[in-house]
Structures are given as structure tokens and as C-alpha cells.
């Protein structure tokens, strides 16, 4: 489990020569501006673990766990908000119970990604009835970091990766809800992507902002490249009309896409570079979300001042489209590995020109315009 404080001298995850390391309490750390979540020993009373939840097959794990979650279920699709809020606390108890017999960590971080799903539902139904609540949306941050999190430990071991995939997917069809189950992946696996590409095509550090400031600030992650002395706040967007204009002009050869205008286009770029001067400034000219963006990154610097006022560093914002699934096609590997595909739509949209980074894809590959 993780201690998701609330000091302000926090941040999140960081990559360590290009590995993730996590830690269950946030410091602010001034060589990477994030907190290390490293791997605490089991804080739960050892009594209380079940050595049978770590010594069966993860097929059968996941088989309990699916159990488990859908057991006491009320009706969820005729309920008020009061019932809702009330079965989100059972769901809640019950998955802090079951967490507490597990002792292996990868069986506890799959479980508790996968009762998430159900918390994550009943949140939507209470959506559908009030507005959504700035608790809500970080407790969903904070869910979709933690799969982020099981995932990068357990990406060589293939085959537990699909068999919690393919649960993920049952869940949410059990619900009805498939759409919303591709739409949450789609805002995990776009994020690990371009952190892969980041950390293993240009060598930069990584790190995840906290939940909190997610939803505060809009920047998804921080990215530190040390060679060029450049420090990027970045918002990842996966919205799929614009990304498959986006990747049908880069990989599509012979067809122009950008000739193809509509007022959102004209307006919206798939890679947009925000200058720390501009960070908070007004401008009628600016896209809403461009704007909404640039007003985040004044808070998340203006948070961490005594980091960002490093003068030998320079600070940009990053609002990027990552593709994720492209007329069907993945254009991320189950274990959030990129495909070369994606890193090709990427380069065609500016990733190396825009943020400074050195060419290291082969241009040639890229129809011209």
C-alpha cells in the first residue's frame, strides 16, 4: 500500500538511470524534482497474511481477487448517491481486508489495481448524478499511477502482464463499460510510452507528478534532460480523432493530412511548446486547454520554486498527443513498450525538433509533406 502524503515538500515517482523506483512517502528531491517511491517492506501485520494468496498459480490469484471484488455487490445502476458513496466505502474496507492477506507485492499491487475498477465504476455513476469531485479525479490519478507503477515492476513477466490485462478488460465488460476500460488504459499506456521513448531513446530522467498535482496543475509527468540542461513539464492527451489525423499524416505516404483543416486543427498542435515565460500569462489568441496547461505549469513552478529557479536549467512545457491505438492497430505493447510506429508519429510531429532533443530516428522514413 501506498502513503500518498500531502506535504508540500513533495512530488512522485522518479526514474533512476532509467529505471522507475518508488517510495511510499514523497521527499522532494532537488537533483530530479520528484520523490522516490521505493519499495517499503510490508507494513501490514504478518498474522494476517494467507501464504496460500502468494503460493497458488496467479491464474487462480486473479480468479480469488475476481471473487472477491464482485462479491456483496449491490445494484449498482439503480441506486441513489447516498447508496453509491456508501458502497464505495464497502468496496473500499473490503479491499483493505483482502490486501492485508497478501504478502507477496506484485499480488498485492495486481489486486489492488483490479479493485479499483470497481471503485473506479461506481465514481462514473456518481458522476452521472453530481459533478465530479477534485477528490474523485485524484483518487483517479491515483489509481491509473498505480497500475503505471505494477506494470514497469513486472514487465518481463509476460504472461502475468496479459492475464491482468485480459482481467482488467472482463471487469469493466462485466460492467458494460468497455469503452471506459479502453479510454483509462489508453491514459496509462500512452504516459508509459513516451516515458520508455524518453528514458531509452534520448536518455532522459522520468519522473511522475503526484496524484494531487495531476489534477491541479495538468502536468503529467517531469522529464530531466541533463545534457542540454532542459527541464520539461509534460501533458499527455490521447484523444483519438486528433491522434489518427496525427499518425495517418506521418505513416500514410503520399496523403497530407495537414492540408485536411478544421477550427480545432487551426487552433491545436500535436506537439505544443509552452516557454517558461509564458507560464500564467493571459492570451485571448490561446487555445482553452493551452491555456489551461500553461496556467498549471505556473502553479507546479511556482510550488516548486526553489527547484525550477536553477538558472544553468532551462523549463519548458510539453502538451503532447501520444497515439495508443491507431484504426485498431496498438501502437503499445502490453507492457508499455512502444512500438516503432509510434515513435516514428512522434518524430514526424516535431518530438526531436521541438524539445531539442538529438536526432536519433532515420528521417528518410518520414513521407515528406
Not at 496479459?162 to 468497455?178: G, I
Request: charged content about 35%; hydrophobic content about 35%; overall charge neutral.
Amino acid at each position: 500500500m501506498y502513503n500518498y502524503s500531502t506535504t508540500r515538500e513533495s512530488l512522485t515517482a522518479i526514474s533512476i538511470s532509467g529505471k522507475m523506483k518508488f517510495m511510499n512517502k514523497y521527499e522532494l528531491n532537488d537533483s530530479a524534482c520528484a520523490a522516490v517511491m521505493e519499495e517499503q517492506p510490508v507494513q501490514n501485520e504478518q498474522s494476517g497474511i494467507n501464504p496460500e494468496m502468494n503460493d497458488i498459480p496467479y491464474e487462480d490469484f486473479i480468479s480469488v481477487v475476481e471473487g472477491e471484488i464482485l462479491s456483496e455487490e449491490i445494484d449498482k445502476y439503480d441506486s441513489n448517491v447516498a447508496d453509491l458513496k456508501n458502497y464505495l466505502k464497502v468496496i473500499k474496507d473490503k479491499k483493505e481486508n483482502f490486501l492485508i492477506k497478501i504478502g507477496d507485492e506484485n499480488r498485492r499491487l495486481s489486486a489492488e489495481a483490479l479493485f479499483g475498477i470497481e471503485e473506479m465504476v461506481v465514481r462514473n455513476l456518481i458522476e452521472k448524478i453530481e459533478s465530479r469531485s477534485e477528490e474523485f479525479k485524484i483518487e483517479d490519478a491515483k489509481w491509473q499511477q498505480e497500475i503505471i507503477f505494477y506494470i514497469n515492476k513486472i514487465k518481463n513477466k509476460p504472461e502475468e502482464l496479459k492475464m491482468f490485462w485480459d482481467e482488467y478488460d472482463t471487469l469493466f465488460a462485466y460492467e458494460n463499460d468497455s469503452q471506459s476500460g479502453n479510454k483509462y488504459k489508453a491514459g496509462i499506456m500512452a504516459p508509459m510510452a513516451l516515458q520508455n521513448i524518453l528514458q531509452e531513446k534520448y536518455g532522459l530522467k522520468v519522473a511522475y507528478s503526484r496524484p494531487e498535482e495531476d489534477v491541479r496543475c495538468s502536468v503529467d509527468m517531469i522529464a530531466t534532460d541533463e545534457q542540454n540542461k532542459v527541464k520539461f513539464l509534460i501533458q499527455v492527451k490521447t484523444d483519438k480523432d486528433l491522434i489518427k489525423k496525427m499518425a495517418g499524416k506521418v505513416l500514410n505516404a503520399g496523403r497530407d493530412i495537414r492540408e485536411e483543416n478544421s477550427k480545432q486543427e487551426k487552433e491545436k498542435n500535436f506537439i505544443k511548446i509552452v516557454e517558461k515565460s509564458e507560464f500564467g500569462k493571459s492570451n485571448k489568441n490561446t487555445h482553452k486547454d493551452y491555456q489551461k496547461f500553461s496556467d498549471g505549469c505556473s502553479r507546479y513552478v511556482a510550488r516548486y520554486r526553489e527547484f525550477f529557479n536553477d538558472k544553468s536549467y532551462k523549463t519548458i512545457g510539453v502538451y503532447i498527443y501520444v497515439p495508443y491505438v491507431v484504426k485498431g492497430e496498438r501502437f503499445v505493447g502490453i507492457d508499455g513498450a512502444p512500438t516503432g510506429k509510434m515513435w516514428k508519429a512522434l518524430v514526424g510531429e516535431g518530438l526531436e525538433t521541438k524539445l531539442g532533443l538529438p536526432k536519433k530516428f532515420d528521417y528518410g522514413s518520414i513521407p515528406k509533406r
